[in-house]
């Protein structure tokens, strides 16, 4: 498969505790976004990375949440101390910024948190 | 900040039915535009996309959207729907050179009766 791969698919915690997502994007893609997504509404933006540099961060992404892509391939996200309004599917996509496929962005399938 | 409004939060057709889903959005200048499509149970796919040119796009399995610059509208259309488009189907907006982030809005859920 050489789509978008995330793990887990699915994370449950409790309240007050650390978890870390991976995502691995399309091999030959330069950039590599985060979204999240609650019940009922549509994806919304949390941050974007060009290569290893994240360019862009939503107001959504508070000091809990941080995102790395150390090496400019795969990106993690870790939340920590994680309330129960964290409980969402975190949606990770990816791109590339020059040919056909320019700027569309190609989604994985989500890593679902609950948080009790 | 701009937004996307998907005022068809869910709708039932039978098969045969011609389908139309309207999207608005609000940012005044030249903007990248797409409708994705989620399966049940499976990832967001993109259905199509219009960047420019012809304002009347075709993407996959018979689907179509019009761009209408003055309406700020980018509507999904299909003549004749399938049980197998019954999805939850996004339209997301992208301001051209004003960063690489989708602004999706809030689905609408189609339920087609076989």
């Known amino acids: 498969d050489t789509g978008v791969s995330q793990n887990p698919r699915h994370k449950i915690t409790k309240r007050g505790q650390n978890v870390t997502f991976r995502c691995d994007p399309i091999?030959?893609?330069?950039?590599l976004y985060w979204y999240r997504q609650t019940l009922g509404q549509g994806p919304e933006f949390l941050t974007y990375f060009q290569n290893e540099a994240q360019l862009e961060k939503s107001r959504l992404l508070s000091d809990r949440f941080s995102a790395e892509r150390p090496k400019g391939s795969f990106s993690t996200l870790e939340i920590q101390r994680t309330e129960q309004g964290d409980s969402a599917m975190y949606l990770c996509a990816s791109s590339q910024d020059r040919g056909l496929a320019k700027n569309i962005q190609y989604f994985g399938a989500g890593t679902r948190l609950s948080v009790l | 900040a701009q937004s996307v409004s998907q005022h068809n939060h869910h709708v039932i057709l039978s098969e045969a039915a011609s389908l139309e889903l309207g999207c608005n959005y609000s940012y005044g200048g030249t903007v990248n535009l797409f409708w994705y499509v989620q399966y049940p149970g499976q990832h967001l796919q993109l259905l199509l996309k219009y960047f420019s040119g012809d304002p009347l796009v075709k993407g996959i399995k018979g689907f179509e959207a019009e761009f209408i610059k003055s309406k700020f509208s980018f509507n999904l259309r299909k003549p004749s729907v399938q049980w197998s488009d019954t999805a939850e189907y996004f339209c997301?907006?992208?301001?051209?050179?004003?960063?690489?982030?989708?602004?999706f809005g809030g689905g609408t859920r189609l339920m087609v009766k076989p």
């Open positions: 091999s030959e893609h330069n950039r």
């Open positions: 997301a907006v992208n301001p051209y050179n004003a960063g690489n982030m989708l602004t």
